[in-house]
């Protein structure tokens, strides 16, 4: 007779290893590794070449609070006699980062990822590991603040202070008793709310859910009692700040005049971060508890279990497919991202951002292309004017693009400081004192951003006042990417103080403004004639005031100008001082001596054919609008008529 190992041949036994199992557990695994590893590959890169972030860093004044950082002690030592003064040194420190694009998206990367990682070890220390997924709300909300060209330095590197506390507490307080528990806890607190200030109500709360999730209510009360003792105790009586600062400092709303509320949506999301993983664990609580009371009977429990098989064994048959399970689960995460990536991403935003990165690097071919896409503000349109001007074409295009009279030149009269390089057109004119003043203004308010101090140094470089330049460049010599610029204009100095080598600082001064007006903020025509009866030779006051005549519709004075053409080296006219001489004619009915030069048939013929549809309508200006746009909206003919320009289809 055979024996019972001869009749069960061919069936696996007990002991017989599962080989589909251990592959299904192996594949879990590298899809669990796998899909955060793509997910972070696709999050730097989109903040690399879609967002940009390096355009916070050249925002000019509209990212409020950008940190400015040092290196050397003297810069360190204010941040180390109060709480969170270390954190908002680290946010100092990432931020100078942001001057490139490729380091800006990659300290951004590496902090979503610390926060995403910190989340799910804290998740699971709790219990909820059913909701680890949440752990990505960090990276997509770091995504919706730098789409709208934020970022709140000072609290992310605090969250990420209070979130690796957390952590570190897990791990420290495994196989710890109550007693030793809690002194861990107290040594923690004092670390986490010196190095992070108020962030440490997020590391305090974390802790005290993740005693009490887990039944230790002594250690969790005292956890909990601890977010209103140790910020008044350390804060308030140990540090001697106000209140409002122990409990607010290194928090999104905190800024360097105080608490603010949330004032837009950047802000938002960080709080949201803030909160969202205190939120999931009271969450999770909540359920645990309503889960305990609704606890349904064994007899019960096992008629639904046999009359649900069908639903069972599709969520078996899900739970063993892992590749399914991690596919769907990184598709998920895909789709959020990119819906939260194109609500928050704001592509006017990031041309106007643009607009002033070019203008600031002189890029000028580039601003040009990025300018139609930008907000039609005065400092668009003076950076506009502005890379017309250098690349020559300001006389030409200039109506192509919206004008608008106080757009020219900016004198800083209305206070608003946002986007200082609009007060280069100043320096590149000649009216060095204007664009000092404000300079000077824009360091009160923003604080010694590298890029103000740069040009600080500049304007005293040219006005000769060595002793204040000096200063600048030694405070630009501490920084992290301009200081090799200051060094070597530091030696120049040394070697030469008047800078005669300096082509640059040699070209400023030959066209600086030497009469002072009466007033700083003295009309746009008298400063720039003024350059002129200076300096002759001055060809952007020369453009300027010409483009000041015409957008004011000032003909007359711009025909008196016409004689400067031939010492400024003018061969022909520009298009749009022809359409403008044509208007002064046909409207006064009086001739204009050229000075040797002749009208271009082409633009004679224009301003028929422009007159012609303009009276086929009856003179009606509304009626005639739309053709005369179609076809005439690029040119000074139409903004004479209408004052309107750039609107040609």
Known sequence: MPSRSHQSAGKPTRNTPNVGWA?????????????????????????????????????????????????????LRPFLSCPGGLAEYLGAFLAQWFYWPWTGALVVTLQAWLLAACAGR???????????????????????????????????AGMSIALVAACLHIAMTARLRDCGRLLTFGVLSIAVYYVAGAAYLLFA?????????RGRWR????????????????????????????????????????????????????????????????????WRLVAHRRHP??????????????????????????????????????????????????????????????????????LLVVARRASLSVATINAVDRALYHSGRLGSQMFAWPQRAEALLVSGQDQDMTFWTKFDTAMDLGLVNLAHKNYTECLEIYGPHPLILERLALANLVKGNVDAARIWLGALSKTMF???????????LEADPTLAKEERVMQWRSICMKEDSPTIFAPTEWQLQTLLKENGGNRMAF???????????????????????????????????????????????????????????????????????????????????RELAGGYGDSYFFFNLYGLSGVKR
Request: hydrophobic letters at 50%.
């Open 482 to 492: 301009h200081a090799r610029w200051a060094r070597e204009s530091l030696a120049h």
């Open 122 to 156: 804290i998740l699971d220390a709790t219990g909820a590991s059913g909701l680890r997924w949440v752990r990505f709300a960090f990276p997509v909300g770091l995504l919706v603040v730098c789409s709208h060209y934020a970022y709140y330095f000072a609290a992310v």
């Open 205 to 213: 709360l974390l802790c005290a859910a993740r005693e009490l999730l």
């Open 297 to 366: 009977a064994e007899t019960k429990g096992a008629k639904r279990r046999g009359s649900a098989g069908l639903l069972d064994a599709a969520r078996l048959g899900y739970e063993r497919r892992p590749i399914l399970r991690w596919t769907l689960a990184s598709l998920m995460l895909l789709v959020v991202a990119a819906a939260a990536a194109a609500f928050s991403y704001d592509g006017v935003r990031k041309a106007t951002f643009q607009v002033h990165y070019y203008a600031c690097r002189r890029m000028w071919p580039e």
């Open 543 to 625: 453009e300027y005031l010409m483009s000041t005549y015409m957008l004011t519709r000032q003909l007359e004075k711009l025909v008196g100008l016409l004689d400067r053409l031939d010492a400024l080296g003018y061969t022909q006219f520009p298009r749009h001082y022809e359409e403008a001489i044509l208007v002064y004619a046909y409207t006064t009915r009086q001739p204009v001596f050229l000075h040797g030069r002749e009208i271009d048939p082409q633009t004679r013929q224009r301003i028929e054919q422009f007159s012609q549809t303009f009276n086929r309508y009856g003179k009606d200006k509304q009626a005639a609008l």
């Open 23 to 75: 592959f299904a557990r192996t594949a879990d695994t590298a899809w669990a590794k796998a899909h955060p590893a793509v997910f972070f590959a696709l999050f730097y890169v989109y903040l690399w070449r879609i967002v940009d972030v390096r355009l916070i860093y050249y925002a000019a004044g509209m990212v409020s609070d950008f940190p400015e950082f040092f290196r050397g002690e003297a810069f």
């Open 219 to 286: 250690p969790g009360v005292a956890c909990l009692a601890c977010v209103f003792v140790a910020p008044y105790v350390l804060g308030v009586l140990l540090f001697r700040v106000s209140a409002e600062m122990a409990f607010a400092v290194g928090l999104p709303s905190w800024t360097r005049t105080g608490l603010v509320p949330p004032r837009d949506i950047p802000m938002a999301a960080t709080w949201a971060l803030v909160a969202v993983l205190p939120v999931a664990l009271v969450a999770a609580g909540l």
